[in-house]
């Protein structure tokens, strides 16, 4: 028995209307994709990348995870990572995570939900090394907002040590790596003023000859 009727009567309406509008634009969107953009943004069902960043389907390469990590052993985000850099040939890599994120929540509290625990000690980590700093903060809402802000801070420093973004400058390709917050309350972008676009920026630990 279909359960999802209305969804597939929506997804109708959206082609019909789309192809009123721009009756070209379901041919150019069947040609090769050449988006300038990769985004890893957080899992969240209100934070639709393409939408907010008011772009249109094929303009930005996309993953999204819970509170938007960049793991090292994470293979599924490693290779759209390679993927979007060394095949698609993007410009720009943007890791965008939100205010009042549930995941960053979670992880500053000592709640269990089940297997997520174990990807949100990657948060939960970064929570104690920042602790004393973010308790100091009256509001608790706040304490978590800047969390998030901390949160997308180390996935910009973790995804430029990847060989992936290293090997891309090394190749002389153009490539910068940007930290943003949406703001779920207003609809905003917030720049961290993170642009990360040569390996002189990086500690010299990390950097790879």
Known sequence: MKTLPHLFQSNRDWAARTAA????????????????????????????ATEICGLQP???????NIANLVVHSDMNMLSVLQYAVE????????????????GVKAAMGRDSYGLIDNWLRF?????????AAIEAIEDPNERVNRMCELNVAKQVANLCYTTIVQDAWKRGQPLSVHGWVYGLHDGLLKDLDMC??????????????
């Not at 094929?58 to 999204?64: D, K, P, Q, S, Y």
């Not at 095949?87 to 549930?102: P, Q, R």
């Open 21 to 48: 509008a721009d009756p070209a634009f379901f041919t150019r969107l069947s040609g090769q994709q050449s988006p300038q953009y990769l985004w890893i943004g957080c899992a969240d069902s209100r934070v639709p």
């Open 58 to 64: 094929g303009e930005m390469f996309v993953h999204r």
């Open 87 to 102: 095949v698609l040939k993007v410009k720009h890599v943007i890791i965008c995570g939100h205010y009042g994120c549930g």
């Open 123 to 131: 948060i939960k980590d970064l929570y104690a090394k920042h602790h």
């Open 196 to 209: 990360v676009s040569a390996p002189e920026q990086l500690p010299e630990p990390y950097r790879i000859d």
